[in-house]
């Protein structure tokens, strides 16, 4: 049923979808990380702020995707702000609840000795803080990033989608071959990006697993 | 380099309560001479971190001032205050993301010294506390013990070489054994270091083991006694503080002095061979009973009382009954007491380097010392001196 026809006569349909979906995600994450990053850095010492920020992006986490798409086309079109608008959306809470939790997890004395020590506020965020929420920044971005990379099928419908394009196109055509690649080559990127975040995650931070003897 | 450091009229209060919230400070006056360790010592709630935390302005007084080397703190930049102060707490704090040459690095990178110069200094404090650059200085601290990452501590806090330091319950999170050791260590170093030290603790055995000036305070900030250990201990200024030094500080007075600053009694001693009837002259007119047999070099052999001293003859090693504990001048009065408690005879004999009977000591003598005060004190320069 698969036919390695239809996959060699859209091979440049097949690599470019798949560098779009790679590329949606990617800004989609980024993008999400910048705006969470500075939304925690101004709010994080106001915990009602921080409540009411953080309830706003769940809000925005469980509207469905299809309603989300429906609601922002006629505001911004069928553009590609409206692709990354929806997608960045949905980072967003993730995020936010790991960068809050990454900085929470910072052990106080190291904060209360960085403080005796002479760190100014910005110097220890970016030497001490940050290095240490890590672990849970790198979870968080993992789990945003594969999140993304299943939402990404649903922008297909405003015409952009990466791989949910090359399903849907074979879906329209009742070609299986399409669909099938469309959602293998997605499955593996998931898997990837879950795989190599985790990798990058260790690599950077060796002193998380370092133990007595 | 060490410099001055002077409290005020130094307060603190939390705004909405009464001066008696616990970490409270009220009206606090004390000096602590360049060189020298301070331990702030009282009950949880007393306001002793809190003075600490002044110091580095962690935390900034409501009213008064806090001098070092006689300039006003409060016209320091926070910053640069703070890396001109060594810290040490009693986690630690060591930044578990960092390696132990890269925590021990911290001021000195915040002050921007060059990567040479930071790392043969870093080598150096390594050293210094005891441990080995090579072995520790690429571990991170998850792989160091309890007992090694306060050593990392102290010298993380010692990096820029600041004048002062601050130490708040360093030892406090170690077991009794390690915390000992640390103690020992700390008070060596800091013999050659000569820094000023500010030093929080709980506990008053550590407070008088460590401090050159002890100041014990109560709960409501307010400071009880200020002064030596041996000064606190022989006059407590109040009941409080007689109550929190324990009933036992007629011991723990014992435990700061050591033998050699006691009048030593002479002993009547006699070799082996000498003539008996001479030695029996020269014991019967001693109101002390027992003639000390030593050897050719002056070293203890035993007891003879003097009833058993023939009349005649020479003095063999056999006569010789009993012995008694040997001391050295470095013994503390405490543990000569407890040596001198499980002996037959209640007399000790003190020895030098060489073994020599230098003199005697009894039980008597050390407990009158302990009930002593402290102006009365033999002990010139205060106990402290004759710790070192």
């Known amino acids: ?213 | 380099m060490a410099a001055t450091v002077t409290f005020e009229h130094v307060t603190k209060r939390y705004p909405g309560s009464a001066a008696s919230r616990p970490g409270a400070v009220e009206d606090l006056s004390i000096e602590v001479p360049a060189g020298k360790v301070c331990v702030l010592v009282g009950p949880s709630g007393c306001g002793k971190t809190t003075s600490l935390k002044m110091v580095n302005r962690l935390i900034e007084p409501t009213s008064g001032r806090i001098l070092i080397g006689g300039e006003d703190i409060a016209s320091r930049e926070v910053t640069d205050l703070r890396r001109s102060i060594g810290y040490v707490i009693q986690q630690v704090g060591l930044f578990p993301h960092q390696t132990i040459g890269e925590n021990i690095a911290t001021v000195p990178r915040l002050l921007g010294w060059d990567a040479d110069r930071r790392r043969e200094r870093v080598d150096a404090l390594i050293t210094l506390v005891g441990l080995d650059p090579a072995v520790h200085g690429d571990r991170f601290p998850a792989q160091l013990s309890g007992g090694e990452r306060q050593r990392v501590g102290v010298a993380r806090a010692l990096a820029a070489d600041p004048p002062v330091m601050l130490m708040d319950e360093p030892f406090g999170a170690v077991d009794p054994i390690v915390r000992e050791r640390l103690q020992n260590e700390f008070l060596r170093l800091q013999a050659d270091l000569a820094k000023t030290i500010l030093f929080v603790t709980h506990d008053i055995d550590e407070a008088i083991k460590m401090g050159d000036l002890v100041a014990v305070m109560e709960v409501g900030g307010k400071l009880a006694q200020f002064g030596t250990p041996d000064e606190i201990l022989a006059n407590p200024a109040s009941d409080f503080v007689a109550r929190f030094v324990g009933a036992d500080r007629g011991l723990k007075r014992l435990a700061l002095t050591r033998v050699e600053s006691l009048d030593l009694r002479p002993a009547v001693t006699a070799r082996v061979g000498d003539d008996s009837g001479e030695a029996r002259r020269r014991i019967v007119a001693d109101p002390f009973e027992f003639l000390l047999l030593v050897d050719a070099a002056n070293r203890p052999i035993g007891w003879i009382g003097q009833r058993q001293v023939p009349a005649s003859g020479a003095l063999t090693e056999s006569m010789a009954s009993a012995m008694s504990p040997l001391l050295d001048g470095k013994t503390t009065l405490k543990d000569a007491l407890a040596m001198l408690i499980d002996a037959e005879v209640q007399v000790g004999i003190v020895v030098d380097g060489k073994g020599a009977v230098q003199g005697l000591v009894t039980a008597d003598e050390i407990t009158a010392y302990g009930r002593r005060d402290a102006s009365a004190s033999g002990a010139p320069g205060g106990a402290m001196a004759s710790l070192r």
């Open chain 1, 1 to 213: 049923m698969i036919r390695w026809d239809v996959i060699q006569g859209n091979l440049p349909l097949i690599g470019t979808k798949f560098l779009e979906h790679l590329a949606l995600t990617v800004v989609a994450v980024v993008g999400g990380l910048v705006i969470s990053g500075i939304a925690v850095v101004l709010i994080r010492d106001r915990p009602r702020i921080v409540a009411l920020v953080t309830g706003f992006f769940s809000i925005v986490y469980t509207i469905p995707s299809l309603a989300l798409l429906a609601f922002l086309v006629p505001l911004t079109h069928l553009s590609f702000a409206t692709a990354e608008i929806a997608l960045v959306g949905y980072t967003l809470f993730i995020l936010t609840r790991n960068l809050l939790a990454g900085l929470a997890s910072v052990p106080r004395d190291a904060l209360e000795a960085a403080d005796g020590m002479g760190y100014g506020r910005t110097r220890r965020l970016w030497q001490v803080e940050v290095p240490l929420a890590l672990p849970l920044i790198v979870a968080g971005i993992r789990i945003a990033t594969v999140t993304t990379i299943g939402l990404v099928m649903v922008t297909a419908l405003i015409g952009f989608g990466g791989l949910g394009q090359v399903m849907l196109r074979g879906y329209n055509f009742r070609n299986d071959t399409l669909v099938l690649v469309g959602f293998v080559l997605t499955v593996a990127l998931g898997l990837l990006a879950d795989l190599g975040l985790g990798w990058l995650g260790r690599a950077i931070t060796p002193w998380s697993r370092a133990r007595a003897g």
